[in-house]
């Protein structure tokens, strides 16, 4: 029994996620973060790796035949 990532809602549902992961985590987190007095660097790392992480999961969702 396993996850049907095919269906119409988990595949809006990783879209939207990869979306928001490759865009908003290095602009709109990092200024957030940044406005919250978080260390600067620490910010754009973690920005970086978001990117990364909502890149990663594209890449996933198109080996996996979920987005051609």
Request: aromatic content about 14%.
């Amino acid at each position: 029994m396993g996850v049907d990532f095919n269906s119409d809602v988990w595949r809006i549902f990783l879209i939207i996620l990869s979306a928001i992961l490759t865009f908003t985590g290095p602009t709109y987190i990092v200024t957030a973060l940044v406005s919250f007095n978080v260390n600067y660097g620490a910010s754009m790392i973690l920005g970086l790796l978001l990117f990364i992480v909502g890149l990663a999961v594209t890449l996933w969702l198109v080996r996996k035949k979920v987005i051609s």
